[in-house]
């Protein structure tokens, strides 16, 4: 970190000369760390004062596992094959619960650019570039913003499981919710460049979103295991980022860091991330 200190001189009632309050300028890392700090700060003041959107999604992910779950203990249970065959409920949601916190995360940090069409449609967003924020601060920030009420959801899910036979180990799990933030801030700025792309096209933001994040889900293996689909599939699979978190996740939940699964979950979330901001910021910088 690096302060950058510009000191003036100005004249005072009698003609002579005092020096002004001198003004230190941040820069490097630590204008970063500052910059994404007041975009959050500003963002999640917003959800604060609005508590029951945050009660209100979280009936999404508990009736996946209120409803879900019971057909996959019923379905494996009953030896239909796979990778969960012979799963007791417990074990089920051993299996099940990474893959909906992955949803709910994948949810809320793709749709960080809906909150962005409407400030470009009121005007509010050109305001925010008119500051001396940094633009990856914004990105950043904003989709932090979206991913602290999903810590916030995954944690009470976990917590709700628990009595059925889940296992909750507490530092692999916030390792792994961590890794998931990661990954979010990368599928934010994504989110973020479509809605700049898009500007006032809302039909092609939402278009675009809804047409890659559904498949994007089934070709995780987030909802049914991939070992039961046809080879086609199985292959899709490998190159979609998203695998490779589902995968992390679970192995995370359950208590294990020596797998190799968590590497590539590493690995997916830092390249997700990266290719997020390089795509954000490019569209910010293009669109001022």
Request: a neutral charge; glycine letters at 12%; aromatic letters at 10%.
């Amino acid at each position: 970190m690096s302060e950058r200190t510009e000191t003036t001189t100005l004249p005072d009632a009698r003609g002579g000369e005092h020096e002004a309050p001198r003004i230190v300028t941040r820069t490097g890392a630590g204008k970063f760390l500052t910059d994404t700090r007041a975009v959050f700060t500003r963002e999640i003041l917003l959800t604060v004062r609005d508590p029951f959107t945050l009660i209100f999604s979280l009936l999404q992910p508990l009736i996946f596992l209120g409803l879900f779950g019971p057909l996959l203990t019923g379905t494996f249970g009953g030896g239909f094959g796979g990778a969960g065959a012979g799963l007791s409920t417990g074990e089920t949601l051993q299996w099940f619960v990474p893959g909906v916190i992955v949803m709910i995360s994948l949810f809320g940090t793709s749709m960080t650019g809906s909150n962005l069409l409407y400030e470009v449609m009121t005007g509010s967003y050109e305001r925010v570039l008119a500051t001396p924020l940094d633009r990856s601060a914004i990105l950043v920030g904003r989709a932090l913003k979206e991913f602290a009420p999903l810590l916030v959801q995954g944690l009470i899910i976990a917590a709700v499981c628990v009595p059925f036979g889940f296992r909750f180990h507490v530092l692999p799990a916030l390792v792994g919710l961590v890794l998931l933030g990661i990954f979010g801030i990368g599928v934010g700025a994504l989110s973020h460049a479509l809605a700049l792309a898009a500007k006032n096209r809302e039909w092609l933001f939402w278009g675009v979103q809804q047409s890659l994040l559904f498949p994007l889900l089934i070709l995780s293996g987030m909802m049914l295991p991939l070992e039961a689909g046809p080879g086609w599939m199985q292959v899709a699979a490998r190159f979609n980022p998203l695998t490779y978190m589902v995968d992390a996740e679970r192995v995370l939940f359950a208590g294990r860091f020596d797998d190799t699964a968590v590497l590539w979950g590493v690995v997916a979330a830092a390249a997700t991330c990266v290719v997020g901001l390089v795509v954000g910021i490019r569209r910010t910088h293009r669109t001022v």
